[in-house]
C-alpha cells in the first residue's frame, strides 16, 4: 500500500494470511524541496518508487500486488508520450 501527502509518502509491506491482510513493515520519507514541486500525480508515483526501493529484498522473487488510491497512475503507465522521470520510474518497476 502506498500513498502521498504534501510533505512526505508512506508505503506499507503487507501479506495475506487466511485472507485476511497483516502488516510486515511500515516506511515513510520526508520530501526534499525539489520533490515539494512535484504534481500530486508525481508524488503517488514516487510513493510507489520509494516502496519498491525501501522494500526490495523483501520483494524480490515475489509477486507482488500495489494498492494505491490514485487511479490516473494506471493511466500513465499506458501513456506513450510521458515526462522523462515518470519514464525511468516506470523502468524501474
Known amino acids: 500500500m502506498c500513498d502521498a501527502s504534501d510533505y512526505a509518502l508512506g508505503a506499507i ?6 485472507k485476511r491482510p497483516h502488516v510486515i513493515h511500515y516506511a515513510s520519507h520526508t520530501l ?14 514516487l510513493a510507489v518508487v520509494f516502496a ?3 522494500f526490495r ?3 524480490l522473487g515475489s509477486q507482488v500486488i ?5 487511479s490516473t ?3 500513465l503507465l ?3 508520450d510521458a515526462k522523462p522521470r515518470l519514464l525511468r520510474w516506470i ?3
Open 66 to 70: 500495489v494498492y494505491i488510491d490514485h
Open 13 to 18: 509491506l503487507g501479506q495475506k494470511i487466511d
Open 91 to 93: 523502468l524501474l518497476l
Open 78 to 80: 499506458s501513456k506513450k
Open 32 to 45: 526534499n524541496e525539489a520533490q515539494l514541486n512535484y504534481t500530486v500525480i508525481e508524488k503517488e508515483f
Open 57 to 59: 529484498s523483501y520483494l
Open 73 to 75: 497512475l494506471k493511466y
Open 52 to 54: 519498491f526501493e525501501k
